[in-house]
């Protein structure tokens, strides 16, 4: 077996802590969201909209932060490529709740189905896992539990897309209505469908360091 060199500078796996973290405040903004557009009218969701936006510039920064690292580091704790590719998942994951949250604000949505909620609870719990999952890169330990709640919350996700979707076909909404809230709900997807790309990054990055 090649030896590998490992180094001890932990700046790689804070970082990759930091951009969960930001995933668990815009999971928690969504929530809020949530909350507004069940009665507390359109300037809260105005002023939603501006913390998620502050939020996903946050989340950029550490990105970039990164970025700048890997670039200037010659030995990196795991393979550079998957630096780039997991960073950028996780980014993927805010840019998705941050346009989830300005389309609902641009297109004045006062109240969101209520399997919405639902889907908000997936990315919850699927944000407070990868928060308390990225500082297990650094021992490589205890990581396939992850993968595979992840991989289960992905599916619950899935089955409540779709009955939200058969619902708004149902003949409940009016046709506008039914395009701007399906809009929002598929973000919501794929929100959670690029926490699934996140879990398939650290499976990649555990199986070539085992």
Known sequence: MPLRLRPNDPTFYDLFTESANHLVDGARILAELLGSTAGSGLAASHQIAAQMKDAEHAADETTHSIIR?????????????????LASDLDDVMDFMEEAVDTVHLFNLEKLPEEVAEQIEVLQRAAQLTAET???????KDLAEY??????????????HRRIIAKLFSGEYDALTVMKLKTV???LEAAIDAFEHVANTVEQIAVKES
Do not use: K
């Not at 690292?69 to 590719?85: G, K, L, Q, W």
């Not at 990225?134 to 490589?140: A, D, E, I, S, V």
């Open 147 to 160: 993968w595979i709640e992840i991989n289960r919350l992905e599916n619950t996700g899935d089955a409540v």
């Open 134 to 140: 990225m500082p297990r890169l650094r021992t490589m």
């Open 185 to 187: 709900v598929d973000l």
């Open 69 to 85: 690292r890997v670039n200037s580091t010659f030995v990196t704790p795991f393979d550079r490529e998957d630096i780039y590719r």
